[in-house]
Protein backbone atom coordinates (compact mmCIF):
# COMPACT_ATOMS: atom_id res chain seq x y z
CA UNK A 1 0.00 0.00 0.00
CA UNK A 2 1.13 3.36 -0.46
CA UNK A 3 2.55 5.73 2.22
CA UNK A 4 0.02 8.57 1.14
CA UNK A 5 1.56 11.10 2.20
CA UNK A 6 2.32 9.75 6.02
CA UNK A 7 5.24 10.43 7.34
CA UNK A 8 7.44 8.02 9.62
CA UNK A 9 7.88 4.57 10.15
CA UNK A 10 4.71 2.60 9.80
CA UNK A 11 4.18 0.00 12.25
CA UNK A 12 0.94 -2.08 11.06
CA UNK A 13 -0.76 -1.53 7.73
CA UNK A 14 -4.22 -3.21 7.74
CA UNK A 15 -7.34 -3.73 5.31
CA UNK A 16 -10.58 -4.46 7.51
CA UNK A 17 -12.87 -5.81 4.98
CA UNK A 18 -16.61 -4.61 5.48
CA UNK A 19 -18.30 -5.41 8.34
CA UNK A 20 -15.43 -7.07 10.07
CA UNK A 21 -13.62 -6.00 13.59
CA UNK A 22 -10.23 -5.10 14.65
CA UNK A 23 -8.13 -4.44 17.99
CA UNK A 24 -4.40 -3.26 18.03
CA UNK A 25 -2.39 -1.51 20.80
CA UNK A 26 -0.83 1.95 19.97
CA UNK A 27 1.88 3.14 22.21
CA UNK A 28 2.07 6.69 23.65
CA UNK A 29 3.46 9.17 20.98
CA UNK A 30 2.24 6.87 17.60
CA UNK A 31 -0.23 7.40 15.39
CA UNK A 32 -3.42 5.45 14.90
CA UNK A 33 -5.05 6.34 10.99
CA UNK A 34 -8.57 5.09 9.66
CA UNK A 35 -8.84 6.07 6.16
CA UNK A 36 -12.38 5.37 4.71
CA UNK A 37 -11.38 4.10 1.36
CA UNK A 38 -14.71 4.13 -0.39
CA UNK A 39 -16.69 6.58 1.86
CA UNK A 40 -19.82 7.17 3.24
CA UNK A 41 -18.53 4.59 5.76
CA UNK A 42 -19.43 3.99 9.82
CA UNK A 43 -16.45 3.29 11.78
CA UNK A 44 -16.91 2.30 15.61
CA UNK A 45 -13.86 2.72 17.76
CA UNK A 46 -13.59 2.41 21.46
CA UNK A 47 -10.12 2.43 23.84
CA UNK A 48 -8.90 1.32 26.78
CA UNK A 49 -5.82 1.83 28.74
CA UNK A 50 -3.52 -0.80 27.92
CA UNK A 51 -1.78 -0.78 31.52
CA UNK A 52 -5.22 -0.88 33.53
CA UNK A 53 -8.28 -1.60 31.57
CA UNK A 54 -10.22 -0.39 33.53
CA UNK A 55 -9.60 2.92 32.48
CA UNK A 56 -12.04 3.30 29.41
CA UNK A 57 -13.02 5.94 26.70
CA UNK A 58 -15.89 8.32 28.51
CA UNK A 59 -18.15 9.84 26.15
CA UNK A 60 -19.92 12.46 28.72
CA UNK A 61 -16.03 13.27 29.88
CA UNK A 62 -15.33 14.04 26.08
CA UNK A 63 -17.95 15.84 24.96
CA UNK A 64 -18.10 18.54 28.32
CA UNK A 65 -14.26 19.00 27.84
CA UNK A 66 -14.40 19.24 24.29
CA UNK A 67 -17.83 21.51 24.71
CA UNK A 68 -19.29 19.76 21.40
CA UNK A 69 -20.77 16.97 20.37
CA UNK A 70 -18.55 17.23 16.92
CA UNK A 71 -15.28 16.19 17.43
CA UNK A 72 -11.88 17.27 15.27
CA UNK A 73 -9.05 18.52 15.03
CA UNK A 74 -7.76 19.74 18.17
CA UNK A 75 -10.18 17.75 20.67
CA UNK A 76 -8.93 15.05 23.06
CA UNK A 77 -10.61 11.48 24.32
CA UNK A 78 -10.64 11.12 27.28
CA UNK A 79 -11.27 8.82 29.92
CA UNK A 80 -13.79 8.01 32.88
CA UNK A 81 -11.27 9.15 35.37
CA UNK A 82 -10.63 12.13 33.18
CA UNK A 83 -6.73 11.36 31.41
CA UNK A 84 -6.49 12.48 27.95
CA UNK A 85 -6.04 9.14 25.45
CA UNK A 86 -6.37 9.95 22.39
CA UNK A 87 -6.02 13.51 20.82
CA UNK A 88 -7.39 14.18 17.09
CA UNK A 89 -4.13 15.45 14.99
CA UNK A 90 -5.67 15.59 11.54
CA UNK A 91 -9.85 14.95 10.39
CA UNK A 92 -10.71 15.59 6.68
CA UNK A 93 -14.61 15.08 7.39
CA UNK A 94 -14.86 18.27 9.24
CA UNK A 95 -16.07 16.66 12.79
CA UNK A 96 -18.65 14.59 11.32
CA UNK A 97 -17.83 11.85 13.96
CA UNK A 98 -20.67 11.03 16.11
CA UNK A 99 -20.62 10.77 19.75
CA UNK A 100 -23.82 9.70 21.21
CA UNK A 101 -25.11 7.14 18.96
CA UNK A 102 -23.49 3.94 19.91
CA UNK A 103 -23.26 0.95 18.14
CA UNK A 104 -25.76 -1.08 16.57
CA UNK A 105 -26.09 -4.88 17.40
CA UNK A 106 -28.62 -7.98 17.09
CA UNK A 107 -30.52 -6.65 20.16
CA UNK A 108 -31.07 -2.83 18.47
CA UNK A 109 -31.26 -4.03 15.49
CA UNK A 110 -34.39 -6.17 16.18
CA UNK A 111 -35.44 -3.12 19.23
CA UNK A 112 -35.36 -0.01 16.36
CA UNK A 113 -35.68 -1.94 13.22
CA UNK A 114 -38.07 -5.10 13.61
CA UNK A 115 -35.04 -7.06 11.96
CA UNK A 116 -34.39 -10.38 13.88
CA UNK A 117 -30.61 -12.17 14.02
CA UNK A 118 -29.18 -9.16 12.69
CA UNK A 119 -25.67 -8.81 14.92
CA UNK A 120 -23.60 -5.82 14.08
CA UNK A 121 -20.44 -3.19 15.87
CA UNK A 122 -21.28 -4.62 19.44
CA UNK A 123 -20.82 -8.44 18.64
CA UNK A 124 -17.51 -7.02 16.64
CA UNK A 125 -16.32 -4.42 19.87
CA UNK A 126 -17.11 -7.86 22.10
CA UNK A 127 -15.02 -9.86 20.06
CA UNK A 128 -12.45 -7.20 19.39
CA UNK A 129 -12.13 -6.36 23.10
CA UNK A 130 -11.80 -10.16 23.79
CA UNK A 131 -8.38 -10.39 22.24
CA UNK A 132 -7.54 -8.74 25.04
CA UNK A 133 -8.89 -10.67 27.85
CA UNK A 134 -12.28 -8.19 27.83
CA UNK A 135 -16.01 -8.96 27.49
CA UNK A 136 -19.78 -7.42 27.93
CA UNK A 137 -18.99 -6.17 31.46
CA UNK A 138 -16.45 -3.76 30.00
CA UNK A 139 -18.34 -2.67 27.04
CA UNK A 140 -19.18 1.18 27.12
CA UNK A 141 -20.75 3.96 24.68
CA UNK A 142 -18.26 4.68 21.67
CA UNK A 143 -17.76 6.99 19.37
CA UNK A 144 -18.67 6.36 15.49
CA UNK A 145 -15.83 7.94 13.18
CA UNK A 146 -17.58 9.48 9.32
CA UNK A 147 -20.98 9.18 10.85
CA UNK A 148 -23.43 11.96 11.13
CA UNK A 149 -26.34 12.28 13.58
CA UNK A 150 -27.76 15.64 13.97
CA UNK A 151 -29.27 16.86 16.84
CA UNK A 152 -32.24 19.20 15.99
CA UNK A 153 -32.94 22.61 17.92
CA UNK A 154 -35.72 20.86 20.00
CA UNK A 155 -33.52 18.34 20.80
CA UNK A 156 -35.43 15.62 18.34
CA UNK A 157 -33.00 13.42 16.49
CA UNK A 158 -33.48 11.87 13.39
CA UNK A 159 -36.14 8.67 12.39
CA UNK A 160 -33.29 6.35 12.12
CA UNK A 161 -30.43 8.47 14.43
CA UNK A 162 -28.09 8.58 11.50
CA UNK A 163 -28.62 10.13 8.55
CA UNK A 164 -26.00 9.71 5.22
CA UNK A 165 -22.64 9.69 5.85
CA UNK A 166 -20.67 12.80 4.72
CA UNK A 167 -17.13 11.20 4.14
CA UNK A 168 -15.70 10.64 0.76
CA UNK A 169 -13.12 8.48 -0.52
CA UNK A 170 -9.77 8.94 0.99
CA UNK A 171 -11.16 10.80 4.17
CA UNK A 172 -9.74 9.88 7.20
CA UNK A 173 -9.19 10.83 10.78
CA UNK A 174 -5.58 10.88 12.69
CA UNK A 175 -5.32 10.18 15.68
CA UNK A 176 -2.02 10.51 18.32
CA UNK A 177 -2.07 8.23 21.43
CA UNK A 178 -1.55 10.19 24.62
CA UNK A 179 -1.40 6.64 26.67
CA UNK A 180 -0.17 3.26 25.74
CA UNK A 181 -4.14 2.12 24.50
CA UNK A 182 -5.37 -0.74 23.29
CA UNK A 183 -8.32 0.45 20.22
CA UNK A 184 -10.70 -1.74 19.24
CA UNK A 185 -12.24 -1.00 16.01
CA UNK A 186 -15.86 -2.30 14.00
CA UNK A 187 -16.07 -1.62 9.96
CA UNK A 188 -19.95 -1.48 10.93
CA UNK A 189 -22.39 -3.64 8.79
CA UNK A 190 -25.21 -1.81 8.77
CA UNK A 191 -27.73 -1.67 6.49
CA UNK A 192 -30.83 -0.59 8.33
CA UNK A 193 -29.62 2.72 8.82
CA UNK A 194 -27.49 5.18 6.93
CA UNK A 195 -24.67 4.38 9.11
CA UNK A 196 -22.69 2.61 6.34
CA UNK A 197 -23.91 4.16 3.38
CA UNK A 198 -26.79 1.18 2.87
CA UNK A 199 -23.31 -0.53 1.31
CA UNK A 200 -20.71 -1.08 3.71
CA UNK A 201 -17.09 -1.39 2.18
CA UNK A 202 -13.22 -1.79 3.85
CA UNK A 203 -11.29 0.50 6.08
CA UNK A 204 -7.74 1.28 6.00
CA UNK A 205 -6.27 0.95 9.48
CA UNK A 206 -2.29 2.33 10.59
CA UNK A 207 -0.15 3.00 13.24
CA UNK A 208 3.18 4.73 12.63
CA UNK A 209 5.72 6.57 15.00
CA UNK A 210 5.34 10.42 14.41
CA UNK A 211 7.92 11.95 12.36
ZN1 LIG B 1 -22.61 -0.55 13.33
Known amino acids: MTNDGMSGRILSDDIVPAGKPWSGVVEAGRLLRIVDLEGRQGVDF ?12 SAPNTIKKSRTLRLTEGHVFYSDIGNPMFTIVGDTCQGYHDTIGGCCGAATNAMLYDVPDCPGCRENLLAAIGEHGMGRRDMVPNLNFFCHVPVYEDGRLAERTFVDGPSRAGDHIELRAEMDAIVAISNCPQVNNPASGGKPTPIRVVIREAA
Not at 46 to 57: F, K, M, P, Q
Open 46 to 57: LCYNARDTLERY
